[in-house]
């Protein structure tokens, strides 16, 4: 087990029920975070519904994220919110419907970065909103890494010796907002399966969830009990349908014929239809028509698949951001 697991796994042990001391800053250690450590964290969703998606779907990292605060689509466009306190999940788990909701998952360190803001800070009620700046995405996102570069040096050439752990980390400005800040947060832009998340809390009640007990349960058991058929309606008509990826977040691609093959798979279709498709597609990638193949690819495969399919088939859509 890890210096920083061990760390977390104190929090938790404070965090499961209410106790004054939660929310103390507890920093006893002075190993740097280095990209290679393996670290446990805490997403606490705002919409118990996401939470059934990610346990039956997974997530990636890589996908354009639905955000509560409308600014934080341009402030932090990509990655999922995670934190390394227990504690602050609880804080984040709105309890819509009567059910607040938690996954833990372990994760690389290189599969995290630190959230940035153009003011320095999130916005605070009553604060006007910055944002990075350029007229397409690719372009806001070249501003963003400026001003991740621009924080990551700023801490590098601090005094402060009490963050000389983060100094000498491999990504400084994720060791400071992971481990020594007020949300003690960090995006996770990898990819997760269903099976990589290791637990789901739960607590069901009108109260405030930061001061209550949780339930630790498998993802098996959560989707036993909370995955029920529900009409739709104006809220979640829109929700992103998961069901029509044919591969896991995580998995790579394997080429065309077995892309192929999980359509037929998929659609239960017979070889003679499928024969009709390949020669399709085959014949669209000599020509121009790498727009729709391009697009039902997106469709199918989460971002870890359609950025090794695009390189495979020589797909080259310079006005689309596949980060």
């Known amino acids: 087990m890890s210096l920083y697991d061990k760390f977390t796994i104190r929090w938790l042990e404070e965090a499961i029920t209410f106790s004054s001391k939660i929310g103390d800053k507890y920093v006893d250690y002075k190993t740097p975070l280095k990209d290679t450590d393996v670290v446990r964290v805490y997403h606490g969703f705002y919409d118990s519904d996401n939470a059934i998606e990610f346990c ?27 934190t390394s306190n227990f504690k602050t999940a609880k804080d984040f788990s709105r309890g819509a419907g009567g059910t607040a909701v938690i996954i833990e998952f372990q994760t690389k360190v290189s599969n995290l970065e630190a959230p940035v803001w153009p003011s320095g800070g999130y916005t605070v009620q009553g604060q006007m909103s910055q944002y990075w700046s350029g007229e397409d995405l690719k372009s806001q996102m070249a501003d963003r890494e400026r001003g991740r570069l621009a924080a990551r040096e700023k801490i590098k050439q601090s005094t402060r010796k009490d ?3 983060a100094k000498q980390s491999d990504k400084p400005e994720l060791a400071l907002s992971l481990f020594y800040s007020g949300e003690f947060q960090a995006l996770f832009v990898g990819d997760l399966n269903s099976n990589m998340i290791r637990a789901v809390w739960v607590y069901e009640g009108d109260k405030t969830p930061e001061y209550e007990t949780f339930t630790r349960m498998s993802c098996k058991d959560f989707l036993k009990k909370y995955d029920i058929e529900k009409p739709k309606t104006d809220y979640n008509r829109y929700k992103s349908d998961k069901s029509s990826k044919y591969y896991k977040p995580n998995d790579d691609w394997k ?3 077995d892309f192929l093959k999980r359509i037929q ?16 597609v085959v014949d669209d990638l000599k020509t121009d028509s790498k727009d729709l193949i391009y697009h039902q690819l997106q469709l199918n495969l989460w971002p870890k698949q359609l950025k090794q399919a695009c390189e495979d088939l020589g797909i080259k859509l310079t006005k689309d951001y596949i980060p």
């Open 265 to 280: 798979k998929h659609y239960k279709e017979n070889d003679e239809w499928m024969d009709i498709i390949r020669k399709q």
């Open 255 to 257: 080429g065309l014929d």
């Open 163 to 165: 963050i000389e752990f």
């Open 56 to 82: 039956k779907y997974g997530v990636s990292g890589k996908e354009l994220a639905s955000r509560v605060y409308s600014y934080e689509s341009n402030n932090n466009p990509y990655g999922l919110f995670v």
